[in-house]
């Protein structure tokens, strides 16, 4: 990983000085032509949306990116489905489906918030609801 360029964050103990580094490199690599890929939730749960982070968006705002929003709808089948081996017995594995969304540009006056606002109502228009998120949307209801 450290060939391919990418950028690291310690998770361990206290960690500004890496935040603030990894904010630096981001800056740094954008500024030289590399692009970069963002996890604006900064780490991931099965059952639960989180929130966006505001490293990333910052990034882009400073340099006036373009950020193309991804999504990736992993089925919970996939998750406990011993994939390859089901294989070998009969077994299936529903599909992986990755969207690339329209790019949004970070400029021309657009704040960090509705920034984060565009890129999550892209990323979660085409991934289902699951666990919590589907029993909160029947109480609205």
Known sequence: MTLSQHVFIVRTGKNRKSVSNLYEKSNDAIQSGLPMFFFPQGTRRMAVRLPFKDGAYRVALENESQLIPVSIDIPLTCW????????????????????????????????????KKKTYEAIFSVVPLIGEEVGELKKRK
């Open 80 to 115: 406990n489905s011993w994939y390859p081996l089901c294989l070998l017995w009969g077994g299936s594995v529903d599909n992986v489906v990755l969207t690339v969304h329209k790019p949004i540009q970070a400029k021309g006056g657009i704040d960090k918030e509705e920034l």
